[in-house]
């Protein structure tokens, strides 16, 4: 699946980012950075060809998610029934998830309390560039208090946990986290 997806931008994600590591050859803590972020970017899974044909045929090709006409097994996806607070993060240089169909997703879910952050920088810059972590984190903090401090609750459902519940325990993990490595 990485393959593929470096094949979207292969200058730019195959040739460009090894000319840039030999500008920085003799860097030391740039080499080892570089190193980290290529094992993490190449340490997942295999997908089998199938189910990668799949997702690129349905979420790119024919865009079906988007639509609300994506199946998962029998049942059809419909985003107008995620109804609860949605804080849509993405990157503007994101060259997996463009900004354009991010910007179209707030808009199709079912819920009236939803929000865009538009970061500067592309997809896995948001999870590893320090700079943006300090945009990153910050944001889905004031997102979470603004929510925390609301004196009316959502609906409940099937499976409902108070708002208050999920901010605590979204505060725990972001808090619990720790410092990201420096980039």
């Known amino acids: 699946m990485n393959f593929g997806f470096l094949l979207l931008n292969p ?37 089998p060809g199938e189910t990668f044909r799949q997702f690129i045929q349905y979420c790119y090709q024919k865009n079906l998610l988007i639509r609300s006409k994506m199946k998962v097994g029998d049942r059809l996806v419909n985003l107008k029934n995620i109804t609860m607070p949605r804080l849509n993060i993405y990157g503007r240089f994101d060259h997996l998830v463009p900004p354009e169909a991010c910007d179209q997703l707030t808009g199709r879910v079912g819920s009236k309390d939803t929000e865009n952050a538009c970061l500067e920088t592309g997809h896995i810059g948001i999870y590893v560039s320090s700079k943006i972590q300090k945009e990153f984190v910050p944001k889905i903090v004031e997102c979470l208090k603004k929510r925390d401090l609301a004196t009316s609750e959502p609906e409940q459902g099937e499976g409902f946990l ?15 986290a720790g410092p990201l490595p420096a980039t």
């Open 11 to 47: 200058a730019r994600l195959m040739l460009d980012k090894y000319v840039g590591f030999m500008e920085h050859v003799d860097n030391k803590e740039f080499v080892e950075n570089f190193m980290r972020m290529k094992k993490w970017i190449f340490d997942s899974p295999d997908i």
């Open 162 to 176: 108070s708002w208050q519940m999920r901010c605590s325990i979204l505060k725990a993990f972001v808090t619990s």
